[in-house]
């Protein structure tokens, strides 16, 4: 697994208030997701790891680089989407992003050429002279995404991205996400406190409760098998859970007509579910084996690190 952030005993105390304590992770690349409820530490995190905020204790590095004495290397090669509402609104797109890619060392022609590269990759190219001012929610995030672009990045941090955005709006947001990542080989911090969008999009996920680590684990492993199978029949449901309860299998109906979830001891419930549909002449619209939900976990505190 190649690292994009460790941190070992990263720790940061306001007087007596410890924000952040005692935080030891090593994330891959890919996107990874960061959840944790207001006031759980992300913000003073993810200020440590820029080099804007010096730890109490512990160490932490992006990229290789230290994020206490070299703040301002991890700056170059990290781009950083706020939550919050910053745009100057009487410039257009194009001068925004040109500035920013110059305060990021580009030259004049350079930072020209990338600005129209990345707003077209946000979608933003044919409003590019339009002020920011008359811009939609929608496209505003998508300017604080291009802004987070524009200097060719190694890893970037997005906070909130689908903030403010109808669910068309997040849909998209979310896809760019996965493209910065899959297409153009970015790696991707992003919080948000919408678990089922970090479901979809992220590769491992960290959660944050009051400063504290309670969870680091692979999407894939977090999310694992939750041993039930869920079975949808066009009829006579009522029938086929009545045949596996008497042959000792855990059976429980669903929230929807036709449908029921039955635990899985072994292969041989698949193949019981199956018989029961066939000797009753009936069809087998669907035998899935359920995962977890991220909401799930989010909700039961572990004790315990989980590393991948």
Known sequence: MVSTIRTHQLTRSFGAVTAVSQLTLDLPSGVVGLVGANGAGKSTLIKMLLGLLPPTSGSASILGFDCQTQGLQIREVVGYMPESECLPLDVTA???LVHMARMSGLPANVARERSA???????LYEERYRPIGGYSTGMK????LAQALVHDPKLVFLDEPTNGLDPAGRDDMLELIARV???????VVVTSHLLGELERISDHIVVIEGGVLSRSASMADAT????????EVTE?????????????AAVEPGNAPGTFA??????AVADAVVAAAADL??????LQRRRHQLAEIFSTPSTTEEQS
């Open 94 to 96: 194009t001068e925004f």
């Open 117 to 123: 590269d990345t707003l077209r990759h946000v979608g």
């Open 141 to 144: 995030q998508r300017v604080k």
């Open 181 to 187: 990542s899959g297409e153009f080989g970015i790696s």
């Open 224 to 231: 694992s098998d939750a041993g039930t199978l869920l079975v």
């Open 236 to 248: 006579r449901a009522d029938e086929v859970m009545r045949r596996l309860a008497e042959s000792g």
């Open 262 to 267: 039955v635990r899985v001891e072994d292969d």
């Open 281 to 286: 002449g009936i069809g087998l619209v669907r």
